[in-house]
Protein backbone atom coordinates (compact mmCIF):
# COMPACT_ATOMS: atom_id res chain seq x y z
CA UNK A 1 0.00 0.00 0.00
CA UNK A 2 1.31 3.53 -0.72
CA UNK A 3 2.50 5.78 2.19
CA UNK A 4 0.24 8.39 0.95
CA UNK A 5 -3.02 6.68 1.79
CA UNK A 6 -4.72 8.87 4.56
CA UNK A 7 -5.48 6.70 7.36
CA UNK A 8 -8.60 7.29 9.80
CA UNK A 9 -7.69 6.04 13.55
CA UNK A 10 -11.60 5.94 14.87
CA UNK A 11 -14.91 5.96 13.22
CA UNK A 12 -16.34 9.39 14.24
CA UNK A 13 -19.50 8.92 16.40
CA UNK A 14 -20.10 13.01 16.55
CA UNK A 15 -20.90 16.37 14.54
CA UNK A 16 -18.80 19.26 14.54
CA UNK A 17 -21.02 21.85 17.41
CA UNK A 18 -23.13 24.01 15.60
CA UNK A 19 -22.74 22.17 12.37
CA UNK A 20 -24.90 19.36 12.21
CA UNK A 21 -26.10 19.32 8.28
CA UNK A 22 -22.11 18.26 7.81
CA UNK A 23 -20.78 14.97 7.40
CA UNK A 24 -18.22 14.46 10.67
CA UNK A 25 -14.74 16.36 10.15
CA UNK A 26 -12.79 13.23 9.91
CA UNK A 27 -14.71 12.32 7.17
CA UNK A 28 -13.98 15.76 5.48
CA UNK A 29 -10.42 15.74 6.02
CA UNK A 30 -10.08 12.03 4.48
CA UNK A 31 -11.72 13.66 1.37
CA UNK A 32 -9.36 16.29 1.03
CA UNK A 33 -6.47 13.74 1.46
CA UNK A 34 -7.47 11.69 -1.27
CA UNK A 35 -11.23 9.43 -2.19
CA UNK A 36 -9.91 6.92 -0.23
CA UNK A 37 -8.37 5.84 3.47
CA UNK A 38 -7.42 3.20 5.36
CA UNK A 39 -9.37 1.87 8.82
CA UNK A 40 -8.82 -0.29 11.56
CA UNK A 41 -11.89 -1.82 12.58
CA UNK A 42 -12.46 -2.46 16.39
CA UNK A 43 -11.88 -6.02 15.56
CA UNK A 44 -8.58 -5.10 14.16
CA UNK A 45 -9.51 -5.94 10.53
CA UNK A 46 -7.94 -3.42 8.20
CA UNK A 47 -10.68 -2.29 6.03
CA UNK A 48 -11.61 1.05 3.93
CA UNK A 49 -13.94 4.32 4.15
CA UNK A 50 -14.34 5.62 0.23
CA UNK A 51 -15.46 9.47 0.83
CA UNK A 52 -15.11 10.26 -3.09
CA UNK A 53 -17.65 10.49 -4.96
CA UNK A 54 -16.60 9.20 -8.25
CA UNK A 55 -15.42 5.91 -5.84
CA UNK A 56 -18.43 5.37 -3.89
CA UNK A 57 -20.28 5.54 -7.35
CA UNK A 58 -18.39 3.20 -9.44
CA UNK A 59 -18.25 0.43 -5.93
CA UNK A 60 -22.42 0.50 -5.56
CA UNK A 61 -22.04 -0.40 -9.02
CA UNK A 62 -19.83 -2.89 -8.88
CA UNK A 63 -21.22 -7.00 -8.12
CA UNK A 64 -16.89 -7.29 -7.08
CA UNK A 65 -18.62 -5.76 -3.55
CA UNK A 66 -21.53 -7.59 -2.06
CA UNK A 67 -24.23 -6.83 0.14
CA UNK A 68 -24.80 -10.18 1.81
CA UNK A 69 -24.92 -9.44 5.68
CA UNK A 70 -23.49 -12.71 6.24
CA UNK A 71 -20.09 -11.23 4.78
CA UNK A 72 -20.63 -7.92 7.15
CA UNK A 73 -18.36 -9.77 10.10
CA UNK A 74 -16.59 -6.31 10.91
CA UNK A 75 -18.73 -3.55 12.59
CA UNK A 76 -17.03 -0.16 12.65
CA UNK A 77 -17.47 0.91 16.26
CA UNK A 78 -17.70 -2.66 18.04
CA UNK A 79 -15.82 -5.85 18.04
CA UNK A 80 -18.17 -8.74 17.23
CA UNK A 81 -15.04 -10.77 18.21
CA UNK A 82 -16.50 -14.96 16.49
CA UNK A 83 -19.95 -14.34 16.55
CA UNK A 84 -21.04 -15.88 12.75
CA UNK A 85 -23.34 -13.43 11.52
CA UNK A 86 -26.41 -15.38 9.61
CA UNK A 87 -27.50 -14.62 6.12
CA UNK A 88 -29.83 -11.72 5.48
CA UNK A 89 -33.76 -13.48 6.65
CA UNK A 90 -36.01 -14.09 3.75
CA UNK A 91 -37.12 -11.07 1.83
CA UNK A 92 -34.62 -8.57 3.49
CA UNK A 93 -33.51 -8.08 0.12
CA UNK A 94 -31.51 -4.98 1.16
CA UNK A 95 -28.60 -7.25 2.70
CA UNK A 96 -28.32 -9.86 -0.44
CA UNK A 97 -26.41 -10.21 -4.13
CA UNK A 98 -27.80 -11.38 -7.43
CA UNK A 99 -30.06 -13.30 -7.82
CA UNK A 100 -31.41 -13.47 -4.37
CA UNK A 101 -31.73 -9.78 -4.54
CA UNK A 102 -33.73 -9.50 -8.30
CA UNK A 103 -35.96 -11.86 -7.13
CA UNK A 104 -37.51 -10.32 -4.14
CA UNK A 105 -37.17 -6.37 -5.28
CA UNK A 106 -38.37 -7.10 -9.10
CA UNK A 107 -41.73 -7.84 -8.48
CA UNK A 108 -42.26 -4.34 -6.30
CA UNK A 109 -40.70 -2.10 -9.20
CA UNK A 110 -43.67 -1.43 -10.84
CA UNK A 111 -45.43 -0.71 -7.86
CA UNK A 112 -43.37 2.62 -7.51
CA UNK A 113 -43.15 4.05 -10.62
CA UNK A 114 -42.53 7.48 -11.09
CA UNK A 115 -45.83 7.69 -12.76
CA UNK A 116 -47.57 5.27 -10.24
CA UNK A 117 -46.38 7.51 -7.38
CA UNK A 118 -46.86 10.61 -8.75
CA UNK A 119 -50.78 9.51 -8.22
CA UNK A 120 -50.34 9.48 -4.73
CA UNK A 121 -49.98 13.40 -4.76
CA UNK A 122 -53.37 14.41 -4.19
CA UNK A 123 -53.62 12.08 -1.19
CA UNK A 124 -49.84 13.42 -0.30
CA UNK A 125 -51.30 16.46 -0.21
CA UNK A 126 -54.13 15.87 1.73
CA UNK A 127 -52.67 14.13 4.58
CA UNK A 128 -50.05 17.00 4.33
CA UNK A 129 -52.93 19.63 5.67
CA UNK A 130 -54.56 18.16 7.72
CA UNK A 131 -51.27 17.64 9.65
CA UNK A 132 -51.06 21.83 9.33
CA UNK A 133 -55.18 22.22 10.47
CA UNK A 134 -53.25 19.82 13.52
CA UNK A 135 -50.43 22.09 14.07
CA UNK A 136 -51.97 25.32 13.87
CA UNK A 137 -54.83 24.48 16.18
CA UNK A 138 -52.35 22.66 19.07
CA UNK A 139 -49.78 26.21 18.18
CA UNK A 140 -47.74 28.40 18.33
CA UNK A 141 -45.34 26.49 19.54
CA UNK A 142 -44.73 22.68 19.00
CA UNK A 143 -42.45 19.85 18.24
CA UNK A 144 -42.24 19.52 14.39
CA UNK A 145 -41.04 16.19 14.23
CA UNK A 146 -44.43 14.69 16.04
CA UNK A 147 -46.36 17.23 14.84
CA UNK A 148 -45.56 17.11 10.88
CA UNK A 149 -42.22 15.04 9.97
CA UNK A 150 -43.34 11.76 11.27
CA UNK A 151 -46.66 11.00 10.67
CA UNK A 152 -46.73 12.24 6.74
CA UNK A 153 -45.34 9.43 5.39
CA UNK A 154 -46.13 6.66 8.52
CA UNK A 155 -49.87 7.44 7.20
CA UNK A 156 -48.52 7.21 3.38
CA UNK A 157 -46.56 3.92 4.10
CA UNK A 158 -49.34 2.00 6.18
CA UNK A 159 -51.40 3.13 3.50
CA UNK A 160 -49.79 1.91 0.65
CA UNK A 161 -48.84 -1.74 2.69
CA UNK A 162 -52.90 -1.60 3.89
CA UNK A 163 -51.46 -1.17 7.53
CA UNK A 164 -54.56 -0.46 9.72
CA UNK A 165 -54.29 3.46 10.74
CA UNK A 166 -54.88 2.56 14.05
CA UNK A 167 -51.68 0.72 14.52
CA UNK A 168 -49.45 3.29 13.13
CA UNK A 169 -48.35 4.84 16.31
CA UNK A 170 -46.94 1.36 16.97
CA UNK A 171 -44.78 1.42 14.31
CA UNK A 172 -43.49 4.78 14.80
CA UNK A 173 -42.45 3.73 18.46
CA UNK A 174 -40.74 0.96 17.26
CA UNK A 175 -39.16 1.64 14.20
CA UNK A 176 -37.79 4.59 16.02
CA UNK A 177 -36.39 1.90 18.01
CA UNK A 178 -34.79 -0.23 16.64
CA UNK A 179 -33.65 2.34 13.53
CA UNK A 180 -32.84 5.41 15.97
CA UNK A 181 -29.62 4.27 17.77
CA UNK A 182 -30.12 5.18 21.07
CA UNK A 183 -31.73 2.15 23.52
CA UNK A 184 -29.71 -0.94 24.87
CA UNK A 185 -29.55 -3.87 22.70
CA UNK A 186 -32.50 -6.13 24.83
CA UNK A 187 -35.23 -2.95 23.64
CA UNK A 188 -33.81 -2.73 20.83
CA UNK A 189 -33.98 -6.65 19.59
CA UNK A 190 -37.86 -6.58 21.76
CA UNK A 191 -38.74 -3.37 19.42
CA UNK A 192 -37.40 -5.41 15.66
CA UNK A 193 -39.35 -8.96 17.39
CA UNK A 194 -42.74 -6.66 17.90
CA UNK A 195 -42.58 -5.72 14.47
CA UNK A 196 -41.72 -8.79 13.09
CA UNK A 197 -44.90 -10.22 14.68
CA UNK A 198 -46.87 -7.61 13.89
CA UNK A 199 -46.03 -8.37 10.10
CA UNK A 200 -46.03 -11.93 10.54
CA UNK A 201 -49.87 -11.68 11.49
CA UNK A 202 -50.70 -8.98 8.81
CA UNK A 203 -49.67 -11.37 6.14
CA UNK A 204 -51.66 -13.87 7.34
CA UNK A 205 -54.85 -11.36 7.51
CA UNK A 206 -53.77 -10.33 3.70
CA UNK A 207 -53.63 -13.56 3.07
CA UNK A 208 -57.15 -14.87 3.92
CA UNK A 209 -58.82 -11.30 3.29
CA UNK A 210 -56.80 -9.33 -0.01
CA UNK A 211 -57.51 -5.59 0.26
CA UNK A 212 -56.03 -2.73 -2.15
CA UNK A 213 -52.49 -2.60 -1.06
CA UNK A 214 -49.14 -3.19 -2.00
CA UNK A 215 -48.92 -6.09 0.17
CA UNK A 216 -51.74 -7.77 -1.36
CA UNK A 217 -50.64 -7.43 -4.68
CA UNK A 218 -47.83 -9.59 -3.96
CA UNK A 219 -49.75 -12.50 -2.89
CA UNK A 220 -50.24 -13.35 -6.66
CA UNK A 221 -46.38 -13.95 -6.75
CA UNK A 222 -44.51 -17.26 -5.51
CA UNK A 223 -43.36 -15.57 -2.28
CA UNK A 224 -43.94 -16.93 1.12
CA UNK A 225 -45.51 -15.39 4.08
CA UNK A 226 -41.83 -15.06 5.44
CA UNK A 227 -40.85 -13.49 2.64
CA UNK A 228 -43.69 -11.17 2.24
CA UNK A 229 -43.09 -10.20 6.04
CA UNK A 230 -39.67 -9.19 5.13
CA UNK A 231 -40.48 -7.48 2.03
CA UNK A 232 -42.77 -5.57 4.32
CA UNK A 233 -40.16 -4.58 6.91
CA UNK A 234 -37.86 -3.01 4.31
CA UNK A 235 -40.69 -0.96 2.95
CA UNK A 236 -42.17 -0.21 6.38
CA UNK A 237 -38.71 0.92 8.10
CA UNK A 238 -37.21 2.97 4.53
CA UNK A 239 -40.76 4.29 3.85
CA UNK A 240 -40.78 6.15 6.91
CA UNK A 241 -37.90 6.80 9.05
CA UNK A 242 -36.00 8.34 5.82
CA UNK A 243 -38.59 10.50 4.75
CA UNK A 244 -39.66 11.70 8.47
CA UNK A 245 -36.10 12.58 9.35
CA UNK A 246 -35.73 14.16 5.72
CA UNK A 247 -38.65 16.45 6.92
CA UNK A 248 -37.25 17.18 10.50
CA UNK A 249 -33.45 17.79 9.49
CA UNK A 250 -34.90 20.03 6.11
CA UNK A 251 -36.96 21.92 7.68
CA UNK A 252 -33.82 22.35 10.29
CA UNK A 253 -31.15 23.67 7.61
CA UNK A 254 -34.29 25.63 5.56
CA UNK A 255 -34.18 27.84 9.28
CA UNK A 256 -30.94 28.33 9.58
CA UNK A 257 -30.48 29.16 5.80
CA UNK A 258 -32.90 31.93 5.84
CA UNK A 259 -32.10 33.36 2.10
CA UNK A 260 -32.65 29.58 0.79
CA UNK A 261 -35.70 29.77 2.74
CA UNK A 262 -36.98 32.52 1.14
CA UNK A 263 -36.08 31.47 -2.33
CA UNK A 264 -38.15 28.35 -1.98
CA UNK A 265 -41.13 30.68 -0.12
CA UNK A 266 -41.10 33.13 -3.72
CA UNK A 267 -40.11 30.83 -6.49
CA UNK A 268 -42.52 27.46 -6.36
CA UNK A 269 -40.58 26.98 -9.90
CA UNK A 270 -37.73 25.81 -7.82
CA UNK A 271 -39.13 22.95 -6.00
CA UNK A 272 -37.60 20.16 -7.62
CA UNK A 273 -34.31 21.76 -7.59
CA UNK A 274 -34.60 22.49 -4.09
CA UNK A 275 -35.87 19.03 -3.40
CA UNK A 276 -32.72 17.02 -4.47
CA UNK A 277 -30.15 19.78 -3.28
CA UNK A 278 -31.93 19.65 0.52
CA UNK A 279 -31.13 15.51 -0.66
CA UNK A 280 -27.93 16.17 -1.50
CA UNK A 281 -26.89 18.63 1.30
CA UNK A 282 -28.55 16.19 4.12
CA UNK A 283 -27.72 12.49 3.46
CA UNK A 284 -29.65 11.10 6.03
CA UNK A 285 -28.99 7.71 4.88
CA UNK A 286 -25.17 8.57 5.41
CA UNK A 287 -22.98 5.52 5.17
CA UNK A 288 -23.30 1.69 3.92
CA UNK A 289 -21.21 -0.98 3.56
CA UNK A 290 -19.88 -3.51 0.95
CA UNK A 291 -17.45 -6.50 1.05
CA UNK A 292 -14.94 -6.87 -1.54
CA UNK A 293 -15.60 -10.56 -2.80
CA UNK A 294 -11.86 -10.46 -5.00
CA UNK A 295 -8.85 -8.44 -4.98
CA UNK A 296 -9.84 -5.50 -6.53
CA UNK A 297 -7.31 -2.42 -7.80
CA UNK A 298 -9.41 0.57 -7.01
CA UNK A 299 -8.56 4.33 -5.98
CA UNK A 300 -4.77 3.44 -6.55
CA UNK A 301 -5.03 1.25 -3.54
CA UNK A 302 -5.52 -3.01 -3.38
CA UNK A 303 -8.56 -4.32 -1.83
CA UNK A 304 -8.31 -7.29 -0.29
CA UNK A 305 -11.05 -10.01 -1.33
CA UNK A 306 -12.61 -9.87 2.19
CA UNK A 307 -11.82 -6.23 3.27
CA UNK A 308 -15.03 -4.69 4.72
CA UNK A 309 -15.39 -1.16 3.21
CA UNK A 310 -17.41 1.57 4.08
CA UNK A 311 -19.00 4.21 1.84
CA UNK A 312 -19.44 7.64 3.40
CA UNK A 313 -22.78 8.61 1.09
CA UNK A 314 -22.63 12.19 3.16
CA UNK A 315 -19.24 13.05 1.95
CA UNK A 316 -19.29 11.95 -1.52
CA UNK A 317 -21.85 14.12 -1.65
CA UNK A 318 -19.89 16.90 -0.74
CA UNK A 319 -17.31 16.03 -2.81
CA UNK A 320 -15.77 19.13 -4.43
CA UNK A 321 -14.85 17.28 -7.75
CA UNK A 322 -18.44 16.60 -8.37
CA UNK A 323 -20.21 19.59 -6.86
CA UNK A 324 -18.35 22.99 -6.55
CA UNK A 325 -18.85 24.81 -3.32
CA UNK A 326 -20.18 21.70 -1.41
CA UNK A 327 -21.10 22.35 1.55
CA UNK A 328 -22.81 25.52 0.78
CA UNK A 329 -27.05 25.20 0.78
CA UNK A 330 -28.25 25.79 -2.69
CA UNK A 331 -31.84 25.53 -3.29
CA UNK A 332 -31.00 26.60 -7.47
CA UNK A 333 -28.21 24.10 -7.98
CA UNK A 334 -28.11 22.61 -11.71
CA UNK A 335 -25.93 19.73 -11.24
CA UNK A 336 -27.73 16.65 -9.16
CA UNK A 337 -26.72 13.06 -9.88
CA UNK A 338 -26.00 12.53 -5.96
CA UNK A 339 -25.98 9.73 -4.28
CA UNK A 340 -28.57 10.08 -1.02
CA UNK A 341 -30.19 7.22 -2.42
CA UNK A 342 -27.58 5.15 -3.64
CA UNK A 343 -27.09 3.97 -6.98
CA UNK A 344 -26.65 0.70 -8.89
CA UNK A 345 -28.68 -2.67 -7.97
CA UNK A 346 -29.81 -1.47 -4.57
CA UNK A 347 -30.45 2.21 -5.09
CA UNK A 348 -33.86 2.88 -3.10
CA UNK A 349 -36.93 1.36 -4.71
CA UNK A 350 -38.81 3.96 -2.43
CA UNK A 351 -36.71 7.26 -3.97
CA UNK A 352 -39.86 8.61 -6.35
CA UNK A 353 -42.13 7.97 -3.02
CA UNK A 354 -39.65 10.44 -0.81
CA UNK A 355 -39.33 12.44 -3.28
CA UNK A 356 -43.39 13.32 -3.77
CA UNK A 357 -43.64 13.81 -0.24
CA UNK A 358 -40.91 15.76 0.22
CA UNK A 359 -41.87 18.26 -2.39
CA UNK A 360 -45.21 18.47 -1.14
CA UNK A 361 -44.83 18.77 2.59
CA UNK A 362 -41.85 21.57 3.05
CA UNK A 363 -43.27 24.37 0.56
CA UNK A 364 -46.50 23.66 2.14
CA UNK A 365 -45.33 23.80 5.89
CA UNK A 366 -43.34 27.25 5.13
CA UNK A 367 -45.75 29.05 3.23
CA UNK A 368 -48.40 27.78 5.78
CA UNK A 369 -46.27 29.56 8.58
CA UNK A 370 -44.36 32.29 6.83
CA UNK A 371 -42.84 33.33 10.85
CA UNK A 372 -42.03 29.73 11.37
CA UNK A 373 -38.89 29.54 13.44
CA UNK A 374 -37.28 27.76 16.12
CA UNK A 375 -38.46 27.67 19.50
CA UNK A 376 -34.73 27.18 20.98
CA UNK A 377 -31.54 28.05 20.10
CA UNK A 378 -29.96 26.07 16.98
CA UNK A 379 -27.16 24.43 19.42
CA UNK A 380 -30.06 23.25 21.89
CA UNK A 381 -31.62 21.44 19.11
CA UNK A 382 -31.62 17.48 19.51
CA UNK A 383 -29.70 15.23 17.17
CA UNK A 384 -29.75 12.07 16.43
CA UNK A 385 -26.27 10.19 17.03
CA UNK A 386 -24.26 8.86 14.41
CA UNK A 387 -24.65 5.83 15.88
CA UNK A 388 -27.71 5.82 13.98
CA UNK A 389 -28.82 3.80 10.95
CA UNK A 390 -30.43 7.51 9.79
CA UNK A 391 -29.80 10.81 10.48
CA UNK A 392 -31.84 13.50 11.94
CA UNK A 393 -33.16 15.53 14.38
CA UNK A 394 -35.25 13.66 17.40
CA UNK A 395 -37.13 17.05 18.08
CA UNK A 396 -37.37 20.48 16.34
CA UNK A 397 -39.37 22.56 18.86
CA UNK A 398 -40.74 25.31 16.45
CA UNK A 399 -42.95 28.41 16.96
CA UNK A 400 -44.74 30.96 15.10
CA UNK A 401 -46.66 34.22 15.01
CA UNK A 402 -50.32 33.54 16.07
Request: glycine letters at 6%; hydrophobic letters at 40%.
Amino acid sequence: MSESVHTIATMPTARQAGCPFDPPKEFIEAREHGPISQFTFPDGHQGWIVTGYDLVRSILADPRFSSRREFMKHHPLVDLGDIEVPPAPPGEFLLMDEPQHSRYRKPLVGKFTVRRIRQLTERVEQVTAEQLDAMEKAGPSVDLVTAFAKPIPSIIICELLGVPYEDRGFFQENIDKFLGGEVGDEELMAAYVAVQQYLAELVAAKRANPTDDVLSDLLDTDLTNEELQGIALILLSAGFDTTANMLGLGTFALLQNPDQLAALRSDPEIVDEAVEELLRYLTVGKTFMRTALEDVELGGVTIKAGSAIILSYATANRDPERFPNPHALDLQRQNGGHLAFGHGIHQCLGQQLARVEIRVALPALVNRFPTLRLAVPADEVAIRPETADIFGVKSLPVTWDA
